[in-house]
């Protein structure tokens, strides 16, 4: 009974971070890139045309951005419970889902030709009643999230979140399709709270990541829970 208790909290566990992290509607960049592509290689193969996409040499030229050179809106979630200090170029969207399933969203302003893979800022929450510890949720992540193509985990560790402890993920993934030549990266920081797991994540181009790195940072230490 005990086995099938712990099965049924993993199912649910992995299926709440497919919903979070891999959902057409609210996908991680990789998946968004794949979906973006597939159309783009399926209007090139009626040309009888074969493309190879490498998304290495793709930057968008800008410079690391300042924190003291931008200027921040503090947006207050109800549905989330939270109230964080944001760029007023990056438009906040909140996302519903089933199961209590909430995401707080950010994209940055890019360039057209870069809205393909534009940096994103997510938090997340979710309903969490059957893991009892961080140290629990951290190692059930961490074994789905090593299931991204090319996974590669760069740093692990506590951290804070809101004034709650938390844990800090850092890593590199990219696409299983040879066509899609490309590396992300991200930074997932989650916590528990009352029975509630948030999950805060930066994605941006391997190349970017560090530009937008300092803004991250700042909305990461505004991030308040009501």
């Excluded at 996908?27 to 996409?53: A, E, K, R």
């Excluded at 991204?148 to 993920?169: H, I, S």
Aim: glycine share 4%; hydrophobic share 35%; charged share 20%.
């Amino acid at each position: 009974m005990g086995d099938k208790i712990m099965k049924t909290s993993r199912t649910k566990i992995k299926t709440f971070v497919v919903v979070v992290l891999l959902s057409a509607a609210i996908c991680l960049p990789i998946l968004c890139v794949q979906q973006s592509f597939g159309q783009q290689q399926q209007n090139d193969s009626s040309n009888n045309s074969t493309q190879t996409i490498n998304l290495q040499n793709i930057t968008s030229q800008q410079q690391p951005r300042s924190v003291n050179e931008s200027e921040f809106a503090t947006y207050v979630s109800p549905e989330l419970g939270i109230q964080i200090e944001h760029p007023i170029d990056w438009s906040p969207i909140i996302r519903e889902f089933a199961d209590d399933v909430r995401i707080l969203e950010f994209n940055a302003s890019r360039s057209e030709m870069m809205q393909l893979l534009p940096p994103t800022v997510r938090i997340s929450s979710a309903p969490q009643p059957e893991i009892q510890s961080l140290d629990q949720l951290t190692k059930s992540l961490i074994t789905i999230a090593s299931d991204y193509p090319r996974f590669d985990l760069k740093e692990n560790a506590t951290q804070a979140l809101g004034n709650v402890t938390a844990q800090k993920v850092l890593y590199t993934y990219g696409s299983g399709d040879p066509s899609q030549q490309f590396t992300l990266q991200a930074m997932d920081i989650w916590t528990l709270k009352d029975g509630t797991r948030y999950v805060f994540s930066y994605i941006a181009p391997l190349s970017e990541f560090s530009l937008n790195l300092p803004v991250v940072e700042h909305m990461i230490r505004s991030l308040s829970f009501e």
